[in-house]
């Protein structure tokens, strides 16, 4: 049996969103990338879990001066995790 998870996460960067979003992907690869049963192969040939994303909000922190300082960007990922209800249900997964 799987079951999508979501999880959310907030990417920090001092140069902009798009690298703030990526900083928190990488997080979740990181940190929930061996968990996920649907998998893809990527360029390298190596299989990477498969994640949704959605952007969430953007924002920034300013400096004293009214410069920027910080960007955010909070996602929203979502995937697949296997779970294990029963020996039988496991080794038919692994069957396939």
């Given at each position: 049996?799987?079951?999508c998870?979501e999880?959310q996460l907030?990417g920090?960067?001092?140069?902009?969103w798009?690298?703030?979003?990526?900083?928190?992907?990488?997080?979740?690869?990181?940190s929930?990338?061996?968990?996920c049963?649907?998998r893809?192969v990527?360029?390298?040939?190596?299989p990477?879990p498969?994640?949704?994303?959605e952007?969430?909000?953007?924002?920034i922190?300013?400096k004293?001066?009214?410069?920027i300082?910080?960007?955010?960007t909070?996602?929203?990922?979502s995937f697949?995790?296997v779970?294990?209800?029963?020996p039988?249900l496991e080794?038919?997964s692994l069957?396939?």
């Open positions: 049996m799987s079951v998870q999880i907030t920090v960067s001092s140069q902009s798009e690298r703030a979003a990526a900083v928190a992907i990488k997080r979740a690869l990181e929930f990338g061996d968990h049963i649907m893809r990527n360029e390298s040939g190596i990477a498969r994640f949704t994303t952007v969430v909000k953007f924002d922190t300013l004293d001066n009214g410069e300082d910080r960007y955010r909070t996602v929203k990922v697949l995790q779970v294990h209800s029963s039988n080794a038919a069957r396939r």
